[in-house]
């Protein structure tokens, strides 16, 4: 493939980089930018350069943020007395996605990880302790992930933030929707199980 | 998600224009962009900004090129006793990919096709058989697609060339490889059939 011109090699060898996207998809994308008008390119292309530059941490929650604080931390819609604690920028956007929380959230920018050396101090969690302080806070949801880091992170932190007189949540962990029984594995039945409601 | 910060929001809808990418997909990919190094989303964002500035057709071939001339053009060790036809730059590309022909392409830049109003005057036609008078051509490979009217234009393309006094030859066509007999439709079959080879 030596033939092919240099600006579309080096775009093919770019877009390839991305998860998930292999030489074909990288080839595909990029003829398909090519035939198509130069606008949606450039807007593209202007998109993702500015991407570095124009976004930052949240100064209060840490999300992701054009201006010095978040639109969720900025809005007066959202229920100020609820925190919902994650690990990374990537899980709220996920719990955004589902349009079912409207309070706060914490990004704690990981998980606890004694094997990767991720102590309490490589996390903000004094800052969700002072953040728990300055405001009314009656409830922080922890959404950690359901992995052995997450749950460490999530019974490190309930400990230490029942005592602040706050109350503390955890996501549910059970059946997912739409799954069988047969696929599941041990660990999410018996959670399931222990979990189980009154129907 | 008008929780989402802008320039991210701008990115993942510009990423979910692109065929085969779906919201989520754009998501994932954003997100990697954003927490990947800055240099990584830079040489992307230049990738695709140059694309169109820095590519045009060849003026030989009409593939796509840098310069004046494409790379296989300009190539002395290509075969120039052999022109392969193709309708897109897409195909050339594929057709290299292979690595298993050495002559020189000649994109039409596209098929007749009566009910989309394109003609022969719609196509390279005119430059192609100058190309064959310039220069000593012994054969002209048709791959335009096996579809009606990528066959269309092969059959136009090879009673106005014959007489030309070249050798004019069209891709073979049967079974793909790794195919299933009883999942191949009728029409490939037959065409199987017909140009099947002494073994």
Avoid: W
């Amino acid at each position: 493939m030596n033939s092919l011109p240099p600006p579309l090699a080096r775009l093919i060898a770019e877009l390839a980089k991305l998860p998930g996207i292999g030489r074909k998809t990288a080839q595909r994308l990029a003829l398909h930018l090519l035939v198509g008008p130069r606008a949606d390119s450039a807007a593209l292309a202007g998109a993702i350069a500015e991407l570095h530059d124009n976004l930052r941490f949240c100064a209060e929650c840490f999300g992701l943020s054009e201006g010095e604080r978040c639109l969720i931390c900025a809005d007066p819609r959202r229920d100020r007395s609820r925190i919902c604690v994650v690990e990374q920028p990537s899980n709220l956007l996920v719990l955004e996605r589902t349009g079912s929380y409207n309070g706060l959230y914490h990004v704690l920018g990981g998980a606890l990880s004694p094997l990767e050396n991720v102590g309490p101090d490589d996390l903000r969690i004094q800052p969700l302790i002072e953040r728990i302080g300055r405001r009314e806070t009656g409830e922080v949801v922890l959404a950690t992930n359901p992995d052995v880091e997450g749950e460490a992170t999530a019974v490190f932190l309930a400990r230490l933030l029942k005592p602040l007189g706050v109350r503390v949540s955890r996501l549910a962990q059970g059946m997912p929707a739409g799954g069988d029984l047969e696929f599941t594995d041990d660990l999410t039945i018996r959670r399931a199980l222990e979990g189980r409601r009154e129907f």
